[in-house]
C-alpha cells in the first residue's frame, strides 16, 4: 500500500472517531500529528498515550485511555497492512 494511501485511511479513521462530537474536519493538526506518531510507534499502548496527550494538548480534555488504544490499534492495523509485501 502506497504511504499516501495508508495516510489517508489513517485520516478518515481520524476523522470519524471525532472524541468531541465537534465534526470531521475539526482536528487537521492532531490528525497529522497522530499520523507522524504512528510512524514512530509500532506498540498499541505507547500509541494510545501519544493519542491522549496530543488530544489533550489541544482540546484540555482527556480521553479515557480504552477508546484512545481501540484508536490506536486500528490505526496500527492500517500501517502493518501498508507494511506488508509480496
Known amino acids: ?15 470519524n472517531w471525532d472524541p468531541f ?3 470531521g474536519g475539526s482536528y487537521d493538526p492532531e490528525i497529522a500529528d497522530a499520523i507522524q506518531a504512528v510512524r514512530e510507534l509500532n ?3 505507547q500509541l494510545a498515550a501519544r ?5 489533550d494538548f489541544s482540546f484540555e480534555q482527556v480521553i ?3 477508546e484512545c488504544l ?8 492500517i500501517k502493518n497492512q501498508g507494511s506488508c509485501s509480496l
Not at 493519542?51 to 488530544?55: A, E, H, T, V
Not at 481501540?70 to 492495523?77: C, D, G, P, R
Open 1 to 15: 500500500m502506497e504511504t499516501s494511501l495508508m495516510n489517508l485511511l489513517m485520516a478518515d479513521e481520524l476523522n
Open 21 to 23: 462530537r465537534i465534526g
Open 43 to 45: 506498540d498499541a499502548n
Open 51 to 55: 493519542l491522549q496527550s496530543i488530544y
Open 64 to 66: 479515557p485511555f480504552k
Open 70 to 77: 481501540s484508536v490506536a490499534e486500528k490505526l496500527l492495523s
